[in-house]
C-alpha cells in the first residue's frame, strides 16, 4: 500500500537529488552556450562548448558553490570537502512512541533501537524495502518496550553481526526473547562504557555513555548513548537518558559538540536539561515521538528550549520516516511529510 511505495519513492528521491541538481545545472548552461554559437554548430564547437560547461560545473561542484542550491540544510562554512569518501544517510524511521534510527554507510550499517513490540515488523519492512539484509552493529540502547520490542523480529530477519547493549537485564518477555534471538543465532554481544571507539569504514562511534555498570534501577540512565561522526558532521544520540545521565556525560569530558541531537527520552522533560543542550549546541534537532501519545511528549518546557537555541526540529509524528544524508561536510534532510 501507500507507506511503502511512499519510503521507497522517498528513498529514489534521495538516491537522486545531488545528481539531479546538477544535471539541471549543467544542461541549463549548455542551453546557454548552444544559443550563442548559431544555427549551424559544427560538432567540435558543440563538443568545446560542454567540456567548458561540464568543467565549469565541476569546478564549481569542487569549491561548494552548489551547496546553497543542493542543501536545505546546514552548511559548514569551511569550502574543502571532509577527509570522508562517499556520503551516509541516517534514518530516523517512524516507529510512533519507540525508537528506530538506522545508519547506512559505505562499509556497513548500524540499527539504534528496533521499535516497540507493534511498530517492529514497520522496522523490518522499511529495512526490507531498502534492500537490507545484513546489518553490521544493533544497538539495544535499554530494555525497554519501546526500544527493543521488535528486536527478536531483527535479530531473527537479518544477519546481525554484532549486538551492543548496557550491562543490565530485565524482567519482560520481550527481553527474554531479545536474548533468545541473540544466543538462538549466536550472535556476539558487548557492552562497552563511555570512551569506548569504534568505527565503520570512515564513521567513528564513541561511546558516551553510561559511565559505569552502576546506574541505579532507573532503565533510561542505563541507556547506551553515542557520538556518532563523520567527516566535519557528527550526531548525539542518547536513548531515553534522563538528566543525572547527561549530567554523567558531560562530566567525562568527552566533546559533546555536534550538529545534530536525536532528542533523549522522545522529547520528555525528564532529559534535555538547559546544560545539556548547551553542551551539545546542535543546529538540528530530531524527535523521535508518536502523535497524541500518553505521555505528552514532547514535553512543552523542551519544546521552548529547542526555539530558544533556533533549532531545526525534526519529529517522526510529523514528518513521518525523516532521512538525513550528509558527505561529512553539508547536511541535506528529506522528509515523508512536510510537517
Ligand atoms: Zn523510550
Known sequence: ????EIKAAAKRKIKDK?????TRKVSGGGRGGGKNSGKKKSPILIIVVLLIVVGAAIAAWQFGLFDSLLNMGDTEPSVTRADVDGSIEIHF?????ADATFIVTEAGTMLIDAGSRRSGPRVVEYLQEMGITEITYVVATHPHEDHIGG????????????VLLPDISHTTRTYERMVEAIETHNISTSAPLAGHTFEMGDVAFTVIHPSTNNNG???NN???SLRVDFG???MITTGDAEVPA?????ATGINLQADILRLGHHGSRTSTAQEFLDAVNPSIAIIQVGEDNDYGHPHSEVMDRLYEAGLRIYRNDHHGNIVLTTDGTSIDIRTERAG
Not at 151 to 162: S, Y
Not at 246 to 250: A, D, G, H, T, V
Open 1 to 4: 500500500m501507500p507507506v511503502g
Open 18 to 22: 545531488a545528481v539531479k541538481t546538477v
Open 93 to 97: 524511521i517512524d516507529v510512533g512512541q
Open 151 to 162: 528486536m527478536d523480529l531483527i535479530l531473527n530477519g537479518f544477519t546481525v553481526g554484532h
Open 217 to 219: 534501577r532507573n532503565l
Open 222 to 224: 542505563w541507556s547506551l
Open 232 to 234: 566535519n558532521v557528527s
Open 246 to 250: 547527561e549530567r554523567e556525560m558531560i
